[in-house]
């Protein structure tokens, strides 16, 4: 069976479910549903839900199973939640360790100069 499509192909507004049927009899069920909030999550999400619930949300066992920092994780938790359509709340006492997060992953290589300083902007905006 294929996946539920998140966006209409045509012209990529959000799809709803207005239709169920049932694999033995084919009764349909038709109106308007709900979509379960996790359906809405990006792959990549998805996985990284996967990951942490494996791991049973120890976030020492991520960082080894998948060689990040905490404070990628981190990130990558609080976007699934932004994600999910809540807000997160600033940390404070994290911003030299995101600063240095920034760093690391422009030593790395995984980002270049303009989205370091693009990050490293953003972080200054959110914390003055």
Do not use: H
Request: charged fraction near 25%; proline fraction near 6%.
């Amino acid at each position: 069976m294929s996946i539920i499509p998140r966006k209409c192909p045509s012209c990529s507004s959000p799809l709803v479910v207005t239709q169920l049927s049932c694999t033995k009899c084919e009764t349909n069920v038709v109106g308007l549903f709900e979509i379960n909030p996790f359906l809405r999550l990006s792959n990549e999400s998805l996985r990284f839900l996967e990951t942490f619930i494996l791991n049973r949300g120890n976030v020492k066992e991520m960082e080894r199973a998948s060689g990040e920092s905490y404070w990628i994780i981190r990130r990558r938790l609080d976007e699934v939640i932004a994600e999910l359509g809540y807000e997160t709340e600033p940390d404070p006492e994290g911003l030299p360790a995101r600063r240095q997060e920034i760093l690391a992953r422009l030593a790395q290589g995984e980002i270049d100069v303009a989205e370091a300083t693009r990050l490293l902007t953003q972080l200054g905006e959110k914390n003055p």
